[in-house]
């Protein structure tokens, strides 16, 4: 089945810094892959996927490439803010989605 | 498109009480999930529906907890009774997923409502 491992947090930077939150994926096949935010006191929604291998999604100045050779799908930005506090989730395209506790990030100004 | 609605978004009420949570999925929209999230578990899936049908119900905790899916634009998550670790945040999600010719399944991002916290004192 496809599964994801997702980076444990919390992570905490200064705005402006560079940020990357590790994914890596086991699948059949090569489906497509998501990231989700949840910011304070909301519920989850979707920050930005990709459909293949080699896709780059995109949104929010938020980047993640689907890499078919390293299995992976990490999530970068150049230049955080303050208001990219929030919790991130990794999520293959599956109903049964092991979402779990995500990767807490904190931006400090 | 209003998205996933819940309701209530806050309940507080005594152990032992019924409580009942409300869902309406976005329209169109084929499968419906129920999630909760504490600090100390994350969010964890109970169960989802495909087409008003339970799928996968091996997340609900115990007995006390049970959902049905009356019609595609509604579900409810009901707790009876309640408990206080039952407190939490309690997530609906819908999404559109299809089976194609060869057996194939396409599945499509979740949409989530906002939640209801759930106190139980």
């Known amino acids: 089945g496809n599964s994801v491992t997702q980076m444990e947090g919390p992570v905490t930077l200064s705005e402006e810094a560079f940020l990357t939150i590790n994914c890596t994926y086991t699948a059949t096949g090569y489906p497509s892959l998501f990231w989700y935010v949840q910011y304070p006191g909301e519920g989850l929604q979707l920050l930005l996927k990709?459909?293949?291998?080699?896709d780059k999604g995109s949104n929010k100045g938020f980047e993640a490439t689907y890499r078919k050779e390293t299995t992976s799908f990490h999530l970068e930005k150049g230049s955080v803010q303050v208001s990219d506090s929030a919790v991130y989730f990794c999520a293959p395209p599956r109903p049964k989605i092991i979402f779990g506790k995500g990767t807490r990030l904190h931006i400090l100004p | 498109d209003a998205g996933v609605i819940q309701s209530p978004r806050h309940e507080v009420t005594e152990m032992g009480q019924e409580v009942t949570l409300r869902c309406k999925p976005i329209s169109g929209h084929n499968s419906l999930f129920w999630y909760r999230q504490t600090m100390m578990r994350g969010l964890e899936l109970l169960i989802y529906?495909?087409?008003?049908?339970?799928?996968?119900d091996s997340g609900m905790p115990e007995d006390r907890f049970s959902a049905k899916m009356p019609n595609a634009s509604f579900s409810t998550l009901k707790i009876q009774p309640s408990e206080p670790r039952d407190s939490a945040v309690y997530f609906c999600?819908?999404?559109?997923?299809?089976?194609?010719?060869?057996?194939?399944?396409?599945?499509?991002?979740?949409?989530f409502g906002p939640g209801t916290r759930l106190t139980v004192l």
């Open positions: 999600a819908s999404s559109w997923g299809r089976a194609g010719l060869a057996g194939e399944k396409t599945y499509n991002e979740q949409f």
């Open positions: 990709a459909t293949k291998a080699d």
């Open positions: 529906f495909n087409n008003n049908v339970p799928i996968d």
